[in-house]
């Protein structure tokens, strides 16, 4: 089985990078499953029914997200109208934290350290739902992929070392700053650190970057909004044996569009 797991999508730009690039990924790198982040997806924070659809259209399968995915009110009806996750560990919250696609599970999670404090332990929750999905099929889910919502990259790597070997792979989404740590941890599990981003590469984490230059400098409050120019599409492919869960390879895949 081959997964491409794609790096929070900003805004337009992103929107319409994916829309271009990822037809001919599906294609060329002969994928079988898409996931993609899509917390920052409408105007660079949240999601509106209208933006999902956008990325179901150009070919994402299940999408993911984070601490933004309620910035944008529209979604909150129909949010399980749409293969779309919210962080696991968000209790009494809009949505759900997992699914299974085909035989696939989808985990969102979302980290701590430098976070919104008050949700639940991220490694406590993993336990949790991958015994809730163990209990609904009769078995473990055979393949089960985690997108850890995380600040921290001390917090992200001991998640993937608590779950090596239980999860076929666990990504960092976030920070929209790719990471050069892609690997195979000992027991089988795929890691990366961070996605990064699909979005305005020109830009501080894809919006524009005079009012974050302005805000650091002043401390006064700034309007962002996604950059323009050039783009770029984060993600990684990862091949997984489909019968023992265990991913076998993990390459970045970044491409770049004018």
Known sequence: MRVLMIGDIIGKPGRQTLARLLPALRRELDVDLVTANAENTAGGFGL???????????????????????DKKDIIPHMDEFPLLRPANYYGAPGRGWLMHGDVMVLNLQGRTFMPANIDCPFREADQRLAEADAQLGHPPPVVLVDFHAEATSEKQSLGWYLDGRVS?????????????????????????????????????????????????????????????PCILNSVLIDIDPQTGHATDIVRIDRTVD
């Not at 956008?54 to 995915?69: E, K, Q, R, Y």
């Not at 050069?180 to 941890?185: E, S, V, Y």
């Not at 000992?186 to 805000?215: F, N």
Request: hydrophobic share 35%; no cysteine; glycine share 10%.
């Open 169 to 229: 792979a666990v990504v960092g989404t976030h920070t929209h700053v790719a990471t050069a740590d892609a690997r195979l941890l000992p027991s089988g599990t795929a890691y990366v650190s961070d996605l990064g981003m699909t979005g305005p590469q020109d830009s501080v984490i894809g919006t524009e970057t005079a009012p974050v230059l302005e805000r650091f400098r002043t401390g006064l409050p700034q309007r962002f909004k996604p950059a323009e120019g």
């Open 48 to 70: 509106t029914p209208k933006t999902a659809r956008n990325l179901l259209d150009a070919g994402v399968d299940v999408m993911t997200s984070g601490n933004h995915i309620w």
